[in-house]
């Protein structure tokens, strides 16, 4: 008897539920299903055939849930699956464009490609590298951050130690809004001054541009590490009697100067993959121009865009857009996850 | 009010200490090395402000110089004849097109990054829930001339299929009407646009989700409720104005993009009412395309279309950050 009461009680207290695999053998069917009636119906496009798997595996869901769980259930279900086919959807472009420029990009990716420039190489042959859109890359990024960093870290420094008042809520506010300005028109900013003042491109022009999308992000990154500085420690270094800024110095620019490089190096990768305003300011150049102050350059991005646009349906071009995608991917990477490694190394003590 | 004002009243006796402690520190700045210090910082941060005020300025200037040539109506003329004599153009096709695209980008964006946000908070193990994070950011750090190349390579073949379904079955609201050209359309350079700022809208609005309270969360799922419930009951009305604060973030970022539009739209300076016919035009898509063969009085005329798109952005981000900053808990904005 009371077997039985045990057995029947959660059951009617619960209602009927599906087994835990069953949203697994629901998403087997519905791809089966999808690609059939895909398949039959001659949909030629890989990504229609996503879509129709998805939408059988939601209404089957929908329909099974209902059926044996109750509509208030079958509701969640259908929720749960829609959010996860959200995420999968957002893979999807990842995992492809990652695969492509892999698959594209090691064909001609070699020491020679580094290491030579395009030159007198036509645009629809094969041959030719990215040794000067490399070198200009490094020269106009570097010379941003040489600009960007030093008053980017002071500005949140004011913010952070001496802002208080009107001028510092301005700062603040105009960060924010710089924040936001597209990379276009930092280049139209410069590109304004060169039409006024008859100057041809060249390029720390470019670098000026990026310095000047660059400091917001240095700012806020700085700003949020510097508030992160206990305030016990400056307390402590002031009651010593050490001036404010040997404090600043001494005391709490060391302790969050793990958070701040971080910040920098992500900002750094951020700024690496702009073409916009370089191709307004540094035109491009295929011959290697080691002086950014004077005369066209290239740049990685740039030399990208270049070689898809002036390439007249080439596969040569389009090999090396790839293979410099590639490599400015790597590039990218390389300084995120060192961002983050010294993040994580930096991160638990707050001491040095 | 008299409450709340005596609320933020209440606070003065700790601010007051600092403030104190702020004047003997200005007090002792009388020493060289502190007064330097701070004349650097606020130098540093008064350059930001001039900088600002150089941009507007300088683009207003040479705007002024192109437009007031301009035979055309500035913001109706459906030409781009910058050069020619007289000069004549207008943003209307330009404006129409960065609305539409953003617009297209918006509608398709939000919704999956809003999703994303509830999986990496309310759905997804928490074990794979840090490595999907990172995962979105990926897709921020890939740099905007990748995704161009990337949509107008492979993307855009891709569309043939997805178009013609489109304008078998919808074609009738000449929305979704397609001639069978190139699909390099403003609705490809949406989902395209899509794609490059869902990182954005997904990273603000997740840290939004992240703090919606746990205690009405649990309270909801005491009584009954399914985890969607809980979501829509309590999440989702939470987090409204910092997905919507969100949404704006990565409608500033759409609206200013410049390469993936260009290397996937094939432009012309008309309107249509088709999203899938190639044509159309946006204003960053405009400057760099156009910016090789324009000469003095070509530039000026890109610079004062490009000083439309910098007041756009700046009033969009602008709504944005105030939505923002009246969650004054919140500070994951650096997005």
């Not at chain 2, 000449?174 to 050209?181: L, S, V």
Request: aromatic share 8%.
């Amino acid at each position: 008897m009371s077997q039985t009461l045990n057995v029947k009680r959660p059951s009617t207290l619960q209602g009927a539920r599906l087994p835990k695999w069953s949203p697994w053998a629901i998403a087997a069917g519905s791809v089966a299903l999808g690609i059939g009636i895909s398949a039959a119906a001659g949909l030629d496009s890989s990504i229609q055939w996503g879509l129709m798997a998805a939408i059988i595996f939601v209404l089957g869901t929908y329909g099974i849930a209902t059926r044996v769980e109750g509509r208030r259930q079958a509701k969640d279900r259908v929720a749960t699956s829609l959010v996860w086919v959200a995420f999968l959807l957002a893979v999807v472009p990842l995992v492809s464009l990652v695969w492509t420029a892999l698959s594209r990009g090691v064909k001609v990716l070699d020491v020679y490609f580094l290491t030579h420039s395009m030159g007198v190489v036509a645009d629809t042959e094969p041959g030719g590298g990215i040794y000067a859109a490399i070198l200009g890359s490094l020269e106009q990024v570097g010379l941003a951050a040489l600009m960007a960093v030093p008053i980017g870290v002071l500005t949140a420094i004011y913010l952070v130690e001496y802002g208080r008042g009107n001028l510092s809520r301005a700062i603040t506010f105009f960060v924010d809004v710089m924040t936001g300005i597209p990379s276009i028109v930092a280049g139209l900013f410069i590109l304004s001054l060169m039409v006024q003042f008859k100057m041809q491109p060249f390029g720390f022009a470019g670098s000026l541009a990026l310095a000047i999308l660059m400091m917001p992000i240095v700012v806020r990154s700085t700003e949020e590490m510097l508030k992160l500085v206990p305030n016990e420690l400056r307390e402590a270094s002031l009651a010593l009697g050490i001036p404010k800024w040997r404090t600043i110095l001494k005391v709490v620019l060391p302790t969050s100067l793990g958070g701040i490089t971080t910040g920098i190096m992500l900002s750094i990768a951020r700024i690496a993959g702009e073409t916009a305003p370089v191709l307004l300011l540094v035109f491009g150049n295929p011959f290697i121009n080691s002086n950014p102050f004077e005369g066209a350059q290239s740049s990685l991005p740039l030399y990208i865009y270049q070689q898809y646009a002036n390439s007249a349906g080439s596969g040569a071009a389009y090999d090396r857009a790839w293979a410099a995608s590639l490599t400015l991917i790597a590039f990218i990477m390389i300084l995120n996850l060192a961002a983050r490694g010294i993040a994580r190394w930096k991160a638990p003590k707050t001491g040095r | 009010m008299g409450i709340s004002t005596k609320n933020t009243e209440a606070p003065p006796p700790i601010p007051e200490p600092s403030e104190t402690e702020q004047k003997r520190a200005s007090r002792g700045a009388t020493r060289p090395g502190d007064r330097v210090f701070l004349g650097l910082s606020r130098g540093s941060g008064i350059f930001l402000l001039v900088i600002m005020a150089a941009i507007a300025v300088f683009l207003t200037y040479r705007a002024s110089l192109a437009i007031s040539k301009d035979e055309g109506n500035f913001l109706t003329t459906f030409e781009w004849n910058p050069t020619a004599i007289p000069p004549d153009f207008g943003i209307a096709v330009l404006a129409f097109g960065t609305v539409v695209s953003s617009i297209v980008a918006m509608v398709i964006a939000v919704p999956i990054a809003v999703a994303i946000a509830l999986f990496l908070t309310h759905y997804a193990p928490r074990r794979l829930s840090g490595p999907i994070s990172y995962v979105i950011d990926l897709l921020a750090a890939v740099p905007s001339i990748v995704y161009g190349l990337w949509g107008a390579l492979i993307l855009v073949p891709h569309m043939n299929g997805l178009f013609g379904w489109l304008n078998d079955y919808l074609g009738w609201t000449g929305i979704f009407e397609w001639q069978g050209g190139a699909p390099r359309s403003m609705l490809t350079v949406g989902i395209l646009l899509a794609i490059m700022i869902l990182p954005v809208v997904t990273n603000v609005s997740r840290e939004v989700f992240r703090q919606s309270p746990q205690m009405i969360e649990e309270a909801a799922l005491a009584l009954g409720a399914t985890r969607w419930e809980v979501i829509r009951m309590s999440v989702l009305p939470f987090g409204r104005s910092g997905v919507i604060s969100a949404s704006m973030l990565g409608l500033g970022r759409a609206l200013g993009e410049t390469m993936a539009v260009a290397t996937v739209l094939s432009p012309t300076f008309t309107i249509q009412a088709s999203l899938l016919d190639p044509g159309g035009g946006t204003f960053a898509q405009n400057i760099a395309s156009k910016f090789g063969e324009a000469t003095e009085q070509g530039r000026d005329a890109l610079i004062a279309s490009g000083l439309v798109l910098f007041v756009i952005t700046l009033l969009v981000n602008g709504a944005a950050r105030a939505i923002i900053a009246r969650r004054k808990e919140y500070s994951g904005a650096n997005a």
